[in-house]
């Protein structure tokens, strides 16, 4: 029986893993891709019409993005082709950079997650070093307090001139969700976590949610209810 067209990233990948075991693995050790094993796949897979090229390299992108694929980019590791045989090794400027999204990647993720509290109305336990927590006394090292984060200020008006005062910053408010007509792959959105609207791509649309690409390249996995319209 015939395959049908793959349409999303997570089918891509799966049928990757499938006819490439031994370059796309789905658990367990993840080995650095040849430089160029894009166009080797295209052309393996050039007479099969199952996915388009757009879909293939955005997948692959987003295999190479992973935490766990960037961490086992380090110099000196060889890369592999499709039949898993090692190649050429990685280079230490190729390792840098792949360290560095890593950082950025996870960075991002504990601001989203951060975002995410705040909006719940976590708050994460105090660090104050002078503060001892239970039967503490009333000295001068008290836990710091919380009430700005918690509570914004609020904005004085003026009942005369603005005594050259700056004007408010604008903010970005969403208010129309994505439609169903707009949720297209390679529409430009806003995600909202924490106060800030986050632009963002949308990247692959499946039965399980819908990943989009942060400004950063890291790719997160959302509902079409959290994604709105770009004013």
């Given at each position: 029986m015939e395959q049908a067209k793959l349409t999303n990233?997570?089918?891509?990948?799966?049928?990757?893993q499938k006819e490439y075991p031994k370059c796309f693995v789905a658990n367990g050790k993840v080995k650095p891709l040849k430089i160029?094993?894009?166009q080797d796949l295209a052309k393996?897979?050039?007479?099969?019409?199952?996915?388009s090229k757009r879909l293939l390299r955005m997948?692959?992108?987003?295999?190479?993005s992973s935490w766990r694929y960037l961490a086992s980019v380090k110099?000196?590791?060889p890369r592999i082709n499709l039949l898993g045989e090692d190649g050429d090794k990685v280079e230490l400027q190729h390792a840098e950079h792949a360290a560095e999204q890593l950082k950025e990647s996870k960075a991002k993720a504990a601001k989203i997650k951060e975002a995410k509290n705040k909006e719940?109305?976590?708050?994460?336990?105090?660090?104050h070093k002078g503060y001892s927590g239970k039967g503490a006394n009333n000295?001068?090292?008290?836990a710091p307090s919380k009430r700005n984060k918690s509570f914004p200020t609020r904005k004085k008006t003026n009942s005369g001139s603005n005594n050259g005062a700056k004007p408010a910053a604008v903010e970005i408010k969403v208010k129309e969700n994505i439609s169903d007509t707009d949720l297209k792959l390679g529409t430009n959105a806003l995600i909202k976590l924490g106060k800030e609207p986050?632009?963002?791509t949308i990247t692959d649309i499946g039965k399980d949610g819908i990943s989009v690409q942060l400004k950063s390249g890291m790719t997160v996995r959302v509902q079409q209810e959290q994604l709105y319209k770009i004013p």
């Open positions: 990233q997570k089918d891509t990948l799966v049928f990757l160029g094993i894009f393996d897979l050039e007479d099969k019409d199952i996915v997948s692959l992108r987003h295999y190479t110099e000196g590791v719940q109305g976590i708050t994460e336990p105090s660090k000295s001068t090292e008290r986050m632009p963002v």
